[in-house]
């Protein structure tokens, strides 16, 4: 199991926001390496049955393209998500193998790292939060960053209740 360097190659602004993000995306995929179709959809945590491995990068697929999509290039939110069930993203994935999970999000970080390569990070993003504001891009690679490493460290969990794997 191996991961991408998370040490940029340059240190401009745009290289150290890029090179954290991708190294986080990566980590999701090592943390998810040799897990069973069976534990990749289980429930460990009994406060929170929406927690599985496969929920957790379904989650980080769909942010990602809420944020670069629907939010900072404007277009029309295509997520699985309704007002009836805001968390359905993570309800379907138990639903799709964890390989095609990982695979669309791979696929789907390439497009995004072409968009952010192409942007500058000051761009602000087309549609404003629920307070108002518009975010730039920088604020939402900033909070890619966090969400993803956050939601890594619930992978940290999970895979440790799964399988004892740890220190990935």
Same mark, same amino acid.
């Not at 379907?92 to 942007?119: H, K, M, N």
């Given at each position: ?8 190659? *340059? ?12 190294? /986080? ?5 090592? $943390? ?7 534990? *990749?959809? *289980?429930?460990?945590?009994? =406060? ?6 496969? =929920?957790?990068? !379904? ?14 290039? =404007?277009?029309?939110? $295509? ?13 379907? *994935? ?11 999000? /791979? ?16 761009? $602000? ?26 939601? !890594? ?13 740890? =220190?990935?």
């Amino acid at each position: 199991m191996t991961r991408t360097e998370d040490v940029p190659a *340059a240190w401009d602004e745009r290289t150290q926001l890029t090179t954290f993000l991708d190294y /986080a995306r990566d980590t999701v995929r090592v $943390k998810c390496e040799g897990v069973s179709p069976e534990h *990749a959809g *289980a429930a460990l945590l009994p =406060g929170s049955p929406l927690m599985t491995v496969s =929920g957790l990068v !379904n989650h980080l697929r769909w942010v990602e393209y809420h944020w670069f999509q629907v939010v900072f290039l =404007g277009e029309d939110d $295509k997520g699985p998500w309704t007002d009836e069930d805001p968390d359905r993203e993570m309800r379907i *994935a138990v639903d799709f193998p964890l390989g095609q999970l990982l695979a669309e999000y /791979a696929e789907q970080s390439d497009r995004y790292r072409e968009l952010v390569a192409r942007t500058p990070l000051d761009t $602000k993003a087309v549609r404003a939060r629920r307070d108002g504001r518009r975010v730039d891009l920088r604020w939402i690679l900033l909070h890619l960053v966090e969400e993803t490493a956050r939601h !890594n460290g619930h992978l940290d969990i999970l895979r440790e209740l799964l399988d004892g794997t740890t =220190g990935m």
